[in-house]
C-alpha cells in the first residue's frame, strides 16, 4: 500500500473518531473505544491522533466537555452540580477544581462574572467605547473550509474534521489562519438550520477536494474587536457590538458574512487567554 492510500484510510478513521466524540460526549470514551471506532490498536491510534491533532484523547474530551459546561454555565441556568456531571464529574468539588485550573474562576463565580457579564454589563449601561473596535480594509481572502450545521458553538467538530483531512492529505500549513465563516443570525434562524464553514486560509494554487470546499472571503472594510477569553463568552460580545457600538459608529452593515479569526490555538491556550478577532462587513 502506497503512503498516499495509508492516509487516506487513517484520515477516514481520523473523521469517524472526531464524529463519535462530538456525537457521544456523554458516553465513556475511554481510549479503548476510541481505538475499537478507529479500528486500530489503542496504542497505534493515540499516537496517530496525537501527531496529528496535537493533543491526547482524553484531552480532546475533557476541553470539549469544559467548553460545553462553560457555555452551559453562560447561556443556561442549568445548576452547577447538572453541568458538572454532563461534564463527567460527580463530585462538584473535582469538578469546581478542574473547571478553575482551566477558567481561572470557580464555576459559579465564571458564571456571574467571565467576560460575557463584562458584555452584558456594557451593553445595558450603554458603554458604547468601553471595547476597542478597529475599522480595517481587507483584501479578498481564499480559503479551504468545512461545512457545519447546528450551533456555532459546535463548529469544533468541523475544525476536527477540517484539522485531521488537511494533516492526513499533508497539507496543512503551519502560517495558515484560522478562520470562522458565519452565514447566519442566531438570534432569528433556529438552531438546527444555523449555517457556517471551518476554514483555513490557502494559497491560490491550493486545490480543494471533498470534504473541504473552495471558499473566498469578500475584501472591503470591516469592523474588527478583538475579544479575550473563552469562546463560550463570545454571544455577548457579539450583542455588544450590534447593539451597542453600531448605532453610534455611523457605519452601515455590508451584505456579507461575520468570520472570526483564531489568533491562537485552544488546545495549547488556557481559554482565558484565546483571542479572537470578530469581523463585522461595513459598507
Not at 447561556?75 to 456531571?85: D, E, N, P, Q
Not at 475584501?219 to 448605532?247: C, I, N, Q, S
Request: overall charge neutral; aromatic content about 10%.
Amino acid at each position: 500500500m502506497t503512503q498516499s492510500a495509508i492516509w487516506a484510510a487513517y484520515e477516514q478513521r481520523l473523521l469517524r473518531v472526531s464524529d463519535y466524540i462530538h456525537a457521544h460526549l456523554d458516553d465513556d470514551l475511554d481510549l479503548d473505544r476510541l481505538a475499537e471506532v478507529a479500528c486500530l490498536s489503542p496504542w497505534h491510534w493515540h499516537r496517530v491522533y496525537r501527531a496529528v491533532h496535537g493533543e491526547t484523547l482524553a484531552g480532546t474530551v475533557k476541553r470539549l466537555r469544559l467548553q460545553r459546561a462553560a457555555a452551559d454555565l453562560a447561556h443556561s441556568r442549568l445548576a452547577v452540580s447538572r453541568i458538572a456531571a454532563r461534564a463527567g464529574y460527580p463530585d462538584l468539588s473535582s469538578f469546581n477544581r478542574v473547571f478553575k485550573s482551566s477558567y481561572g474562576l470557580a464555576p459559579a463565580a465564571y458564571r456571574r462574572a467571565g467576560s460575557h457579564a463584562a458584555y452584558s454589563t456594557a451593553l445595558k449601561q450603554g458603554m458604547t467605547d468601553m471595547y476597542d473596535v478597529k475599522i480595517k480594509m481587507q483584501e479578498e481572502v481564499r480559503l479551504a473550509g468545512i461545512a457545519h450545521q447546528g450551533s456555532y458553538m459546535a463548529i469544533g467538530k468541523a475544525f476536527d474534521m477540517l484539522y485531521g483531512t488537511l494533516s492526513a492529505r499533508n497539507q496543512l500549513q503551519k502560517d495558515c489562519g484560522m478562520v470562522g465563516l458565519y452565514h447566519d443570525d442566531p438570534d432569528v434562524v433556529p438552531v438546527e438550520a444555523l449555517r457556517s464553514h471551518a476554514c483555513v486560509t490557502v494559497g491560490v494554487d491550493f486545490k480543494a477536494e471533498a470534504p473541504l470546499e473552495p471558499l473566498v472571503l469578500p475584501g472591503g472594510y470591516f469592523a474588527v474587536l478583538t475579544h479575550k477569553g473563552p469562546y463560550a463568552d463570545m454571544p455577548e460580545a457579539y450583542r455588544w457590538l450590534y447593539a451597542g457600538w453600531l448605532p453610534q459608529s455611523g457605519r452601515e452593515l455590508r451584505n456579507d458574512p461575520m468570520f472570526e479569526l483564531y489568533l491562537n490555538n485552544p488546545r495549547d491556550t488556557a481559554p482565558g487567554d484565546l483571542l479572537t478577532e470578530i469581523w463585522m462587513p461595513l459598507k
